[in-house]
């Protein structure tokens, strides 16, 4: 019943967009052949000026830039020189770091902990504000090395990142005074807690191949044993532009896909049911297959823009090409593309038997997301420990989950109590 009102309500919305300063796709077809024409429609300048702390890979055109960072990530992650060469238009294959295991291994027993404090207690607990915001953050502190691992920091940092993340999510807000009053703010409180860290990594011992503390440590030994080596400025203004992006994209993105995964699953009583059994059961793969599912559902990254700096033309081989003129914002619908009939089986069915190359969350081509492991890994580490314990949605409006613009704000849900024979723990 949606599928032809969405069809109707989009189609004369495209057609004004198409004589506009913008041009939207909305088709699988057309969304994929953007996404792999990096050249013709680079993501530089729409998202590269909101990275307020210097370009990152998500948002650097293809060139050499883009391949010194991807090199320079692929050192620092994988502790090897050698990165894949990308093809235009294929897809990034990235396997997963060796560091992920004991990272994602104490973020699940934190969450654990959590949520037998709450058991023993109060059974109602705030999905956002008590799991996923600190865990997040944790992450952010001891793997990436931001800012020194106290409890005081966390709320600190967590609006730092969510205001620096939102530039990303609503470039056109950034021109509001007060917003960019806070953007400042938080640019340079990001940048004094990496300058910490940052101090005490340079005076480090660098030799030998051992893994260092955090990541900052690690990105500092890779840049040091350089030859020849950069000098220090050099290197702090690398590692910030590096980390900051990784904690950016790496942090509120992930608390707001877990959030959205509760939401949509508790609003599924099947897909609620099968993701639960696949928690106790302890099968990370197929309670990924939820994760994923859910998310086309209701994606982080509903849209994502890119740029087209000459005419151009898609679908040219289709029989409805549509011409791009130079200048325009293409907006790419990834989630409308998803929901596409003439590419998506049973588009609006639940199926966790979709496969994984055909699902645009994590982008597609040269910008597929370089943190797709660490997305995998985050959220089934959030996750899997609450849907193994049992919960419910909490009645009201509490039980509604609520953003501060794009920011995650509250998802309440009541855990089922030991002794009444709904706990699983």
Known sequence: ????????????????????????????????????????????????????????????????????????????????????????????????????GPL??????RVQAIINRFEHGDVRVDLVQDILRPQCVRVVQEFLGIGPAEDKWLEVLWDILGILALRIMLPSSATKPSVIANLAWAQRMLEIAIDETLAAAMTAECAGGAPRANIVAQMCCVLANRNPPLPPEAIRAVVTRQVSGLAITGCLPIAKAAAQVVDILLSNPAAFRGAT????????????????????????????????????????????????????????????????????????????????????????????????????????????????????????RRGKLSFDAVVPRRLELTLSPPGTGKSKC
């Open 1 to 100: 019943l949606l599928q032809p009102l969405f069809q109707y309500i989009l189609q004369p919305i495209r057609a004004l967009l198409d004589h506009s300063s913008y041009f939207f796709a909305s088709t699988d077809r057309d969304v994929r052949e953007i996404m792999e024409r990096d050249d013709d429609f680079p993501i530089g300048s729409q998202v590269g000026p909101a990275m307020v702390c210097g370009a990152f890979v998500l948002g650097t055109d293809r060139g050499p830039l883009f391949r010194e960072d991807l090199s320079f990530l692929w050192e620092t992650f994988y502790r090897a020189a050698a990165c894949p060469v990308i093809p235009p238009g294929k897809t990034i294959v990235i396997t997963e770091p060796p560091s992920f």
């Open 104 to 109: 994602f291994a104490a973020v699940t027993a």
């Open 277 to 396: 059994a696949a928690a106790l059961a302890q099968d990370e793969p197929l309670f990924w297959d939820f994760i994923e599912e859910a998310l086309r559902f209701f994606p982080p990254f509903p849209l994502v823009l890119r740029g087209c700096p000459r005419d151009t033309v898609i679908g040219a081989d289709s029989a409805r090409p549509r011409k791009v003129r130079a200048g325009q914002t293409v907006t790419v619908g990834l989630l409308p593309a998803m929901f596409d009939p003439a590419a998506v089986p049973f588009p609006y069915q639940f199926r966790t038997d979709r496969a994984q190359k055909d699902s645009l969350v994590f982008g597609r081509a040269v910008h597929a997301c370089f943190g797709y492991h660490f997305a995998r890994r985050m959220l089934c580490a959030l996750l899997m420990p609450l849907f193994a314990c049992g919960f419910t949605r909490a009645p009201g």
